[in-house]
């Protein structure tokens, strides 16, 4: 089944996350080692390279099925002339077909913000970067910093067929970015508070403000997520950073999950957790904050949360403990 409307939209058909049958991968290998040649030889532009690379693994997935109209009086899709065209062209050439392509197009088994971040990519609207490896959490952090984000493009037979970290092949990593390169750009608003926000994580990880945190394993593989794999409303982001610190001290507490934590524990949470709301420019009571702030995420359809105490108890598969 074919998504192609609406940023909310979901992944519908999954098994288009899945090894490409033995025909088909012979074509995928083809056509991708064609298009490894060609950036080597003549220095294929990287927004380019990674449409070409989309649309190849996109018809050895589904063939002709792969795309679909979504205005009448287009052509019908045909993918395997499309491939057939593009390889030919020069890049500026191929970039305005792509562009045409993309936009005119929904994608199996994507959701509309994919193709909408390529193309974002392929105008030069969302400078995105391109990585033949898995950057850290530690430099994908960086590059949020400086405004941003990687698209991980792994184009090596048998490598590319295999699982990246969570993710069924290196289609479905490249597609995760793109989903991510989306929720990143595609607001201003959004965009210069995630900015902000990764600046004030940045500066206090130089301040080695977190080596203490990190030495326990749990907290570290959220943190990680946090600044690597989360691009949401800051709000949202303080929420989650304050839940795995509750969390952290309850474990070093020796505490279930709904415990009370000590004041000790709450005054080091407050320590760390200020000097965030004031890089921010939160200065005012955490209340009146949110509900300054209130109208705008609920406009771009994040779930507010007050940021202190506490108050929601699943986040994100975190518990937020009731009662700090």
């Not at 800051?234 to 929420?239: D, I, R």
């Not at 999950?257 to 000790?264: E, G, W, Y």
């Not at 359809?301 to 699943?314: D, K, L, N, R, S």
Request: contains cysteine; charged residues 25%.
């Amino acid at each position: 089944m074919l998504c192609i409307q609406g940023q909310d939209a979901e992944i519908i058909d999954m098994r288009s996350l899945t090894e490409p049958s033995l025909t088909d991968r012979a074509v995928l290998q083809e056509r991708i080692a064609h298009l490894v040649q060609r950036r080597r030889s003549a220095g294929c532009d990287d927004a380019v390279y990674a449409a070409l690379y989309f649309l190849c693994w996109q018809t050895a997935l589904h063939g002709r099925r792969c795309a679909a109209r979504k205005y009448k009086h287009d052509p019908r899709p045909d993918p395997v002339a499309w491939w057939n065209e593009l390889h030919e062209m020069e890049d500026g050439e191929a970039r305005g077909r792509l562009l045409h392509y993309l936009q005119r197009y929904g994608f199996l088994g994507v959701i509309a913000n994919v193709p909408a971040a390529l193309c974002a990519w392929l105008r030069e609207s969302w400078p995105l970067s391109l990585f033949e490896r898995i950057p850290s959490p530690e430099e994908v952090l960086e590059m949020q910093v400086r405004g941003t984000r990687p698209v991980t493009i792994l184009p090596h037979f048998p490598r590319l067929l295999l699982p990246v970290l969570t993710k069924a092949n290196a289609y479905a990593f490249m597609v995760h970015d793109l989903e991510h390169a989306y929720k990143y750009f595609y607001d201003p608003e959004l965009h210069h508070g995630q900015k902000r926000f990764f600046t004030a994580i940045e500066r206090e990880l130089h301040l080695g403000i977190w080596d203490d945190y990190r030495r326990d394993a749990l907290f570290a593989d959220k943190f990680a997520y946090l600044i690597s794999d989360m691009n949401t409303h800051v709000l949202h982001s303080l929420q989650f950073l304050r839940a795995i610190l509750v969390e952290h001290h309850l474990r070093r507490e020796c505490k279930p999950p709904r415990a009370v934590l000590s004041i000790a524990a709450r005054e080091q949470i407050e320590a760390v957790m200020q000097p965030l709301y004031k890089a921010l420019h939160m200065d005012a009571p955490l209340g009146e904050v949110v509900s300054m702030r209130n109208r705008s995420a609920v406009r771009h359809g994040v779930e507010m949360m007050m940021v202190a105490p506490p108050a929601v108890p699943q986040l994100d598969g975190v518990h937020v403990p009731e009662t700090i």
